[in-house]
């Protein structure tokens, strides 16, 4: 059913939860794992210097390679495929699942969060609502009760 499955990550904790859910799918339908990190470039955009954008940029790329390297080394022996793009994060996820024929997206429902998330929107509901394929959504960073972290309950849109 699934054979290649996108994986967008920000390299933030939450994200082990994601790789796992993504990992399984993966194993169960012998499905390829392709990784995406994309620097979000229009939320630095209005900074007043080049330089400081090219070092912005640069600084936010070598956070992606982390982010990937990670992502590599938690899916074992599965075939992975990484990329890091530019541009607005919910439509380059979108472009990058329709232009590599993946057949489902497993994101977290939030990643960095903060004043970004209430300024900017969730990038999984901006996914959900214009992907082409099936999107796995996973609750990432929620507790339970006690304090501990809950077991993650992946939801499927579409």
């Given amino acids: 059913m699934y054979d290649r499955i996108l994986v ?3 390299g933030s904790e939450g994200m082990s939860r994601v790789v796992a859910h993504a990992v399984e799918l993966a194993q169960f339908h012998d499905a390829e794992v392709h990784g995406l990190y994309v620097v979000d470039t229009g939320s630095y955009a209005t900074l007043p210097v080049k330089t400081t954008w090219d070092g912005v940029t640069e600084m936010l790329r070598e956070e992606g390679e982390l982010a990937l390297e990670s992502l590599e080394t938690t899916t074992g022996d599965l075939d992975v495929v990484t990329a890091i793009e530019e541009g607005s994060p919910s439509k380059r996820i979108v472009e990058y699942a329709r232009e590599n024929d993946c057949d489902t997206v497993v994101m977290g429902t939030h990643g960095r969060g903060g004043i970004d998330r209430l300024l ?4 999984a509901e901006r996914v959900v609502r214009s992907s082409p394929v099936p999107v796995v959504t996973v609750p990432v960073g929620d507790t339970d009760a006690d304090g501990g972290d809950r077991e993650p309950e992946a939801s499927v849109t579409n």
Wanted: net charge negative; hydrophobic share 30%; proline share 14%.
């Fill in 8 to 10: 967008p990550t920000d």
């Fill in 120 to 123: 900017l929107g969730s990038v």
